[in-house]
């Protein structure tokens, strides 16, 4: 083996590490969440999902960010990271992208948490066909085709964006249960067990 080859293994279990980490994070709040954290709304401006006529839910958005930019829900961040992560998934398996439209939340609660412990399993059964020298390979997302960024990097961008969206999530979550954000009316949101 190549000191190239010995390279890219170490850094591909550095990134699965890395990955594994923030999932634990994140299982921490999923097993928390209740179907009322999804749509609670922390602040008047706030990005959300809403249920259309047809039942299925679309989501606030905007083609340049406002500023300032509207506080989401844990609704929203968790379609923005089934949207994110389904691109990923697409381009680490050599599938056409889905577009943003294409993507749509299962709705509060367990099918929420369902639908990310699935793009879980499809983004790790993704990393387990890699090898080290995929893992240089120019890198499709989210710098379509530039050489400067590899898949290594694409991975590394994942694990980057599931720890912020982690962390919203998770002090959203924490806000909501402790109570202390007064909703869009001004009254304190009601208190739950964290």
Same mark, same amino acid.
């Given at each position: 083996?190549?000191?190239?080859?010995?390279?890219?293994?170490r850094?591909?279990?550095?990134?699965?590490?890395?990955?594994?980490?923030?999932?634990?994070?994140? %299982?921490?709040?999923? !097993?928390? &969440?209740?179907?009322?954290?999804?749509? =609670?709304?922390? #602040?008047? $401006?706030?990005? +959300?999902?809403?249920?259309?006529?047809?039942?299925?839910?679309?989501?606030?958005?905007?083609?340049?960010?406002?500023?300032?930019?509207?506080?989401p829900?844990?609704?929203?961040?968790?379609?923005?990271?089934?949207?994110?992560?389904?691109?990923?998934?697409?381009?680490?398996?050599?599938?056409?992208?889905?577009?943003?439209?294409?993507?749509?939340?299962?709705?509060?609660? %367990?099918?929420?948490? !369902?639908? &990310?412990?699935?793009?879980?399993?499809? =983004?790790?059964? #993704?990393? $387990?066909?890699? +090898?080290?020298?995929?893992?240089?390979?120019?890198?499709?997302?989210?710098?379509?085709?530039?050489?400067?960024?590899?898949?290594?990097?694409?991975i590394?961008?994942?694990?980057?964006?599931?720890?912020?969206?982690?962390?919203?999530?998770g002090?959203?979550?924490l806000?909501?249960?402790?109570?202390?954000?007064?909703?869009?009316t001004?009254?304190?949101?009601?208190?739950?067990?964290?």
């Open positions: 083996m190549t000191d190239s080859h010995n390279g890219s293994a850094a591909l279990d550095l990134l699965r590490w890395q990955f594994d980490l923030t999932w634990s994070l994140f %299982e921490y709040h999923l !097993e928390r &969440l209740v179907p009322e954290d999804f749509l =609670w709304e922390p #602040a008047a $401006d706030c990005w +959300t999902v809403h249920r259309a006529d047809d039942g299925t839910w679309t989501v606030d958005w905007a083609e340049t960010e406002p500023d300032p930019v509207p506080v829900t844990i609704g929203w961040l968790s379609w923005h990271i089934g949207w994110w992560w389904s691109v990923a998934v697409d381009h680490a398996y050599g599938r056409t992208p889905r577009e943003r439209e294409d993507i749509a939340w299962p709705g509060a609660g %367990e099918p929420t948490v !369902e639908w &990310l412990r699935g793009l879980r399993e499809d =983004w790790l059964e #993704a990393l $387990d066909q890699l +090898t080290p020298a995929g893992l240089a390979t120019t890198g499709p997302f989210p710098w379509p085709d530039d050489p400067r960024h590899t898949v290594a990097h694409m590394a961008w994942v694990n980057a964006e599931l720890m912020k969206n982690v962390a919203e999530i002090q959203l979550r806000q909501r249960a402790v109570g202390q954000v007064p909703n869009r001004g009254d304190p949101a009601p208190a739950r067990s964290a």
